[in-house]
């Protein structure tokens, strides 16, 4: 017979109930609810879920120095933040970085249980996105090339690949993408230059995300078509979106929000090592030297362009509750039940408040929303 080995009470996101979890074994027992507007609680919410790290607190995916322990403190690092369950997203680069990457973290999840839960799965950001100037963004010019499902069949060799961004701006593009999915790799469209026929095109053959939706395009676009509005229409794919104020406005944020609905979007952070980091002039493995502001824009130095993000995925949360027409309960879903919905190898019921759920859970100081303990299958974190 099991024994609930530990409760953790709350409030909603709402603030009109109370929420009691039991956890046994490492997953969600049983949840029970009452009516309460006592604001003193936390708020009780799943563990977030992050699609997009590259990195963070001085440690980097994408670096020739990265080690399956690099994955191991990103995690614990991670957690410390509410991120429970996250993606490491290796960018472009020669073939060579890309599979030692994979490797790395292939061998951190056999290394560690806890990694093995807390990773699902890889995302490759890259190299076959668009040479053009914006889409690609700071990738490197040099690594760029054409869309090859053999190439990622042999990353798949050397670990755990679920996602993968590409740009469909070439010609039969959608020959590769199929071949991809068929061995059940996600395929996202990002960094793109593609017009509207090719990206539906891309979708019909199984593409079924979208890259941070409205970066990593070109900075000057058609009014119509043009990207934006063919991944916002068409309902087959769901959007990941940045919310830290700087790669998109909020009023844009809420417009896409409401084009897709509230199950259609997911939030990532796109963290680099430079997140949790100091502000000023840094030097990352694959960006070269990048500007952090105190308001925590990332940016390349000596340009305008985003170098990624520093504001981490709860940084994302609160923005958006702030806005009256999305709230906490919104964004609170958008990064835990949504992005674990379209990842790769997640566990079953991840980011749900639910019986069988793993019981990855946070709580957040109910005015500030700030993280202030972290519970991973039912283990109190630090």
Not at 111 to 127: K, L, N, Q, T, Y
Not at 141 to 163: S, T, Y
Not at 176 to 196: K, L, Y
Not at 359 to 367: I, K, Q, R, T
Request: proline share 6%; aromatic share 2%; glycine share 10%.
């Amino acid at each position: 017979m099991s024994i609930v080995t530990r409760a953790l009470e709350g409030r909603s996101a709402d603030a009109l109930e109370a929420v009691r979890v039991e956890i046994t074994d490492g997953l969600i027992s049983a949840v029970s609810r009452r009516p309460s507007r006592d604001e003193s609680l936390p708020v009780l919410t799943p563990g977030f879920v992050d699609t997009q790290v590259n990195g963070y607190a001085g440690l980097d995916v994408n670096g020739d120095d990265v080690t399956p322990s690099t994955l191991i403190a990103l995690t614990e690092r991670l957690r410390a933040i509410g991120v429970t369950t996250w993606v490491p997203t290796v960018i472009t680069g020669p073939e060579e970085r890309i599979l030692h990457a994979l490797d790395c973290i292939r061998r951190a999840r056999t290394i560690d249980p806890r990694v093995h839960d807390a990773i699902p799965c890889a995302h490759v950001e890259g190299p076959f996105i668009s040479p053009d100037d914006g889409a690609r963004g700071v990738h490197d010019l040099e690594w760029i090339r054409p869309l090859d499902a053999g190439e990622v069949d042999r990353w798949r060799r050397a670990g755990p690949v679920g996602i993968v961004t590409v740009s469909p701006h070439a010609d039969r593009s959608e020959e590769q993408i199929a071949r991809i999915t068929a061995e059940g790799v996600t395929v996202s469209i990002g960094h793109t230059s593609a017009d509207h026929a090719h990206i539906v095109a891309a979708v019909d053959a199984g593409a079924r995300l979208a890259t941070h939706l409205g970066n990593g395009i070109p900075t000057m676009l058609p009014r119509h078509p043009n990207a934006i509005w063919s991944l916002l229409a068409d309902e087959r794919i769901t959007a990941g979106v940045i919310a830290d104020g700087h790669h998109l406005p909020d009023e844009t944020l809420v417009a896409m929000i409401r084009a897709k609905g509230d199950r259609g979007v997911f939030l990532v952070s796109d963290l680099t090592t430079i997140g949790g980091l100091a502000a000023g002039v840094h030097t990352t493995p694959v960006g070269g030297r990048v500007v952090l502001g105190d308001d925590l824009r990332l940016s390349h130095a000596g340009s305008d362009l985003l170098a990624g993000a520093a504001a981490t995925l709860v940084d994302g949360v609160r923005r958006l509750a702030a806005l009256p027409s999305i709230g906490l309960g919104t964004s609170l879903r958008l990064a835990s039940e949504n992005p674990a919905s379209i990842t790769p190898g997640a566990r079953p019921a991840l980011g749900r408040l639910e019986p069988g759920a793993p019981a990855d859970l946070v709580l957040l100081d109910g005015a500030e929303l700030r993280v202030d303990d972290v519970v991973v299958g039912g283990d109190q974190v630090g």
